[in-house]
């Protein structure tokens, strides 16, 4: 199983390009939703640990985002209770797709979470900051604080992009974006 990794800055269009892959895709904020609508044992920890913030069952996300805009530690808070799930939420995924030729992981926090490995094929999705700017605008509930707080739990971009295989200019056009997911498994199968 070859493990592909989508990285770039927030609004870049990383999900978009994992699905473009054909092949079975991990999205770590997908999984966090769901964490939050289904898990009783997350809501507990939140819960005591954010107290002032954390209410309700399943979690509502404007707690959270209140939670982080109160105080920037409360990231971190959050972060220690999700963060094990999602790891843990990962591995089952792996696990479950052992035998195919390649998943992708769009995990914002991959490598800052030390859950790459040396053999992941690391995309960068670069995409102009007006583009992005843009497409955060139109998200539902978007914050500049929280998107502010996230980022700073994030490696520089720059480093990513040194560290990429390969680099992704989306300009969030479809027909650009198969073409360069196409691209990039012809040459990953080439050298396989």
Do not use: T
């Amino acid at each position: 199983m070859i493990r592909i990794v989508v990285v770039g800055d927030i609004g870049s269009g990383k999900s978009y390009i994992a699905k473009q892959f054909g092949y079975p895709v991990f999205n770590a904020d997908l999984e966090v939703v769901k964490l939050y609508r289904k898990s009783k044992k997350c809501f507990k920890k939140l819960k005591n640990s954010l107290p002032k913030y954390i209410f309700s069952f399943p979690i509502n996300k404007k707690e959270i985002s209140k939670a982080i805009i109160a105080n920037h530690k409360n990231i971190k808070k959050i972060s220690q209770v999700v963060h094990p799930e999602i790891k843990s939420s990962m591995h089952v995924f792996l696990k479950k797709n052992k035998n195919k030729k390649f998943v992708i992981l769009d995990i914002p926090l991959l490598v800052e979470n030390k859950l790459n490995k040396k053999s992941d094929i690391m995309i960068f999705i670069d995409a102009k900051k007006k583009d992005i700017k843009k497409r955060l605008n139109k998200r539902m509930g978007f914050n500049k604080k929280i998107i502010k707080q996230f980022k700073k739990l994030q490696l520089p971009l720059e480093i990513k992009k040194k560290k990429s295989d390969f680099i992704i200019k989306n300009n969030f056009n479809h027909y650009s974006a198969k073409k360069n997911v196409k691209n990039i498994l012809e040459i990953i199968l080439k050298n396989d």
